[in-house]
Structures are given as structure tokens and as C-alpha cells.
């Protein structure tokens, strides 16, 4: 059982070095570009940082951690669904939590784009992460492409939302200030 776990997890070795050292990249630049903006950001109510910026980062991570999962020398498949299960369980509940987080923040209106890319998108890839976690005993090889697509699909959101949160926030601190209708989104 072993040498079949090692060998159906080792064929996606490469891929997961790549996606894993995108994701830490990306989760490290996301830091600088918060740290660099935490410097010109005026204190409001609401959360706009923990509604856009920090699922971005959580998606990152939830990358970097996938890579780890399937790169690790698991002694059977079983162990390595039991992870991603957990994993994509743990991501189903952030994103209720992600969903409460941009309807309570006062400091932007979400248009569809920014559910699209902060809600449904990352509850997709998680969903799928489950589904490949169930799969995984059975029909490996299926089960592992599941778990690459929901990896590269949070790659891909969380690039697509790190330059939206930025190219927001570079706009809005380009405006002159207009109190009457301050809205920056994090």
C-alpha cells in the first residue's frame, strides 16, 4: 500500500513545489502591501482588512498548506484525504465567516465581482477539497486533479483580489480627501 501512496502522491511533486512557492511568495507580498498601507489608512469603523485582505492571505495559505499536505510521505492515501478533508472543512466554516465579515463591514459596498472572489470561488475550491478528500481511497488520480484545480483556483482568486485590494486602495489614496463620501476597502 505504501509504494502505491508514494508513488500516485510523487507524480505531483513538481506541481506542488511551484504552487507552494507561489503561494508563499504571494502570502509575503500580501504582508508588505498591508504593512505599506497601514501607514496611510485612516482608522473608520467596520473591518474591511479581515472581509478582503485577510481571506487573501488565508487563501495563500491554504495553498502553501494543500503543497505540504500532498508533499509529505504519507504511509497511506486515507491519511492524506483525511487532511485535505479536514482542511476543506475548516475552509467551508472560514468562508461563513468571511460572508458575515463583508456584510457587517460598513466601508464598501461589495459589488458581484467581490463575492465572486471572496466567497464563492474560495467556498468552490474548498467544497471540491472535500470532495477530493472523499475520493481520494478510491480514485486517486481523479481525486488529486480535484485537489489541483481548488489549488490553482485559489492561487488565481487571491491574485485576482491582492491586485483588486490594491489598485482600490492606490485609487482611493490618490483622490483628494472628500469626508462626505470616504470609502477605502481593505
Known sequence: ??????SVLATWQNFYVIIGSAAAA???LMFVAVTLIA????????DPVGAFSTPTVVHFCAALLIAAII??????LWNVGLMLGLSGLG??????????RLRSQTEYQPVLEDWL????????SYTALLVAAIMLPVNPA????????ATLLFIFTGIHN????VTYIATMLSRPEDKSQDQQRF
Open 1 to 6: 500500500m505504501q509504494e502505491a501512496t508514494v
Open 26 to 28: 504571494l502570502t509575503g
Open 39 to 46: 501607514g496611510t489608512r485612516r482608522r473608520t469603523s467596520g
Open 71 to 76: 508533499s509529505a510521505p504519507w504511509p497511506a
Open 91 to 100: 475552509g467551508v466554516i472560514y468562508i461563513i465567516i468571511v460572508t458575515r
Open 117 to 124: 472572489g471572496h466567497t464563492i470561488f474560495p467556498l468552490i
Open 142 to 149: 481523479l481525486a488529486l486533479f480535484i485537489t489541483g484545480a
Open 162 to 165: 491582492a491586485w483588486d485590494n
